[in-house]
Every structure is written in C-alpha cells, then in structure tokens.
C-alpha cells in the first residue's frame, strides 16, 4: 500500500496538529522546515527552537526538515540532529518559494544553482546517521524545469527518498499542479518518489497515485481542518469508503487541537494560532464566516470554546 503523508507546513506542523493526523491513519510526517543556521546559531533551550524541533511520544514516524544553503552548516545540523535520536529521517528542503528564503538561494533557490544542491545533497548524505530525502518542485520556472535532473543527482549522492511538489517556483500555489513530471521523476530513478500538489479528496490521492505511480502521496492543505482526508484514503485503498466527520466529531477535534496547544505554546500564541486552525474546521458550513469573524476578536480560550459549543448547539439543530 503506498505510504499517505503529512507535508511539512511552516507554522501549521506542530506535534498538536501531526498528532491529530496520525490519529486519522497518516503514515509519516514531517516537521515544520527548520533553518540549519537558526538551529546551529540559537541557544538550544530557546523555545521557538524548542517547539519546533519537539517530537510528541506518540507520532510514530516523524522526519525532520533542514533548509539552508551552505553545504557545511546544513551537515552539521543534520549531523547533531540525526544523532539525537529523536526523527526517522532528514529532509532537505529545495521547495519553498517564499521570496525571502528563494532569492538568497535558499528552498526552491536551490533548483537554480543545482551545483550547490548537489553539494548539500552529498555533504549532508556523508554526515546524516539517518536516511536523508530531498523535497523538490518541479524547476524554478516554465523554461527551466529541472527535476528529473536533480532526482537523478539526488539519488547518485545517496538521497534514500524523494517527494516532488508538482508546480515550478514561479507558480507559488496558482495554476495546478503537474502530476505528469511527477510520474517522469518515478520513471527515471530507483528510489521511492513521494507525489505532492493539490490532493484534497480521497479520489483525488488515488487517481493521482495510480496514474504516477509514486511510492506515496502527501497532503498538505488538503488536511488543513481535515485529519479525516487521511482515513478516507487509507479506507478507499483497502476498497472501503468511509463518511466524513460529523458535526460533532468536527467541534470536538477541535477543541481538542485547542487543548493540545494551550498545553504547550503561551495563551496568546496558541488563541492566535487557533484561529486559522478552527477556521479550517468548520470550513463550508452554514455561519462559518460570522462565527470565524466571533472568534477572531475573542481572546479568552474558554470563550472560543463556549461559542464551538454555541455553534454546534445551533447547527445540529439545522440537521
Ligand atoms: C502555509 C504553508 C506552509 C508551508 N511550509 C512548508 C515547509 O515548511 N516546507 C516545505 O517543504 N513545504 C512547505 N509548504 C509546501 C507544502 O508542503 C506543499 O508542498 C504545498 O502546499 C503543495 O501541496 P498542496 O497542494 O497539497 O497544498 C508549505 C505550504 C503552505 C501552504
């Protein structure tokens, strides 16, 4: 059965939300991309480096995602990092397009000066004691669409994995992504390939699945405010089809989610946090947009949970 994933989601990955997804069936996740300077300049007991680098006792297959472009400093992180006995894998991040981290050569800056991804890839291969994988978008732009090249490169210096976001960096999130350089990656290398972009329903994972042939699939916003995505598709793969959440199974995660962050970040950035989050949640039913615009000005937890509780009151009564 092919693996189903959690995407690495800066801001959004944190144990909290991968632990809700494991519960849902997801295979493997990954952490939240971690700068291999900020990690090896920061105080270690620093809490942001604290948060992101935590791995929750019950996540049971958690890689770690490294992004910088120095191949030196990128080794030595995945050195201390993989020796600590903490994740099941290093992951190198050459996709992100964000302007500040591509145009300093960083993420999906890296797939224009594929000569220094090479050098990562190698020097982070020699240093790294766990499996090391390498998450690609398909070029910078239309006119230079390098990925087979680079998957090649990758598995030469040793990658163990690879998954390939289907759209270039100038794309960002528009367009849709090509599944159809996907299934060209799975082709040309040995190694398993990871299939990303644009997998919001279970039909959507299969059909893409099946027709690239990846070794997995990896979702990303399509699990925002839906760990349920990843039952279905493990439900739809053994040829069952499972009912989406109620209306209570819905609050009740959460609120849980809310719990889960109030135990662990400081009120204000767990009630700031939370608002994308229960946004997401209750995505597509009837009064989401006025009760988002509620919460958003709450900034008392028990407040939050009074008004879901409001919410799903009314709303069941509507069934
Ligand atoms: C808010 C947000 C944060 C992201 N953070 C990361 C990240 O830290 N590392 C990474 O490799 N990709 C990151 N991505 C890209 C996703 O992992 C994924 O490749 C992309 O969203 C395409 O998948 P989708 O169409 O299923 O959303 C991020 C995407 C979003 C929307």
Redesign the pocket.
């Known amino acids: 059965m092919i693996s189903v994933r959690l995407?690495?989601?800066?801001?959004?990955?944190d144990w909290p939300f991968r632990l809700l997804c494991f519960e849902q069936g997801c295979d493997c996740a990954?952490?939240?991309?971690v700068s291999a300077m900020g990690y090896l300049c920061a105080p270690r007991n620093h809490p942001a480096t604290v948060s992101l680098l935590h791995r929750d006792a019950r996540e049971p297959r958690l890689i770690l995602?490294l992004?910088g472009k120095e191949a030196d400093l990128m080794a030595r992180a995945a050195e201390e990092l993989s020796a600590c006995g903490r994740y099941d894998g290093i992951?190198l991040?050459?996709?992100?397009?964000?302007h500040k981290v591509a145009s300093s050569g960083e993420?999906s800056g890296l797939m224009r000066t594929p000569e220094n991804a090479v050098r990562i890839m190698s020097a982070v291969v020699k240093a790294s004691r766990l499996p090391v994988s390498v998450?690609f978008?398909l070029g910078w732009d239309d006119s230079s669409i390098n990925v087979v090249e680079l998957a090649k490169a990758a598995e030469d210096c040793g990658v163990r994995e690879i998954?390939v976001?289907?759209?270039t960096r100038m794309q960002q999130?528009s367009g849709s992504?090509d599944w159809s350089w996907i299934a060209r990656v799975k082709e040309s290398v040995g190694i398993p390939v990871m299939g990303?972009?644009?997998?919001?329903s279970a039909e959507d994972a299969i059909r893409q699945a099946a027709e690239s042939g990846v070794d997995g699939v990896?979702?990303?916003?399509?699990?925002?405010g839906n760990p349920w995505l990843f039952g279905q598709i493990k439900a739809r793969l053994a040829g069952e089809v499972i009912a989406g959440p109620t209306l209570h199974q819905r609050i009740e995660t959460a609120l849980r989610h809310y719990d889960m962050l109030l135990s662990w970040k400081v009120k204000r950035v767990a009630v700031n946090e939370m608002r994308k989050h229960i946004g997401w949640y209750i995505h597509g039913m009837r009064g989401a947009a006025q009760m988002r615009a509620r919460i958003n000005l709450m900034e008392e937890p028990e407040q939050v949970r009074e008004a879901l509780l409001t919410f799903e009151h009314e709303a069941s009564k509507e069934l």
């Open positions: 995407a690495p989601l800066a801001g959004i990955t990954y952490t939240e991309m995602q992004f992951d991040n050459m996709g992100c397009p964000a993420g998450k978008r998954t976001h289907g759209r999130y992504a990303n972009g644009d997998l919001f990896m979702l990303a916003r399509g699990a925002l």
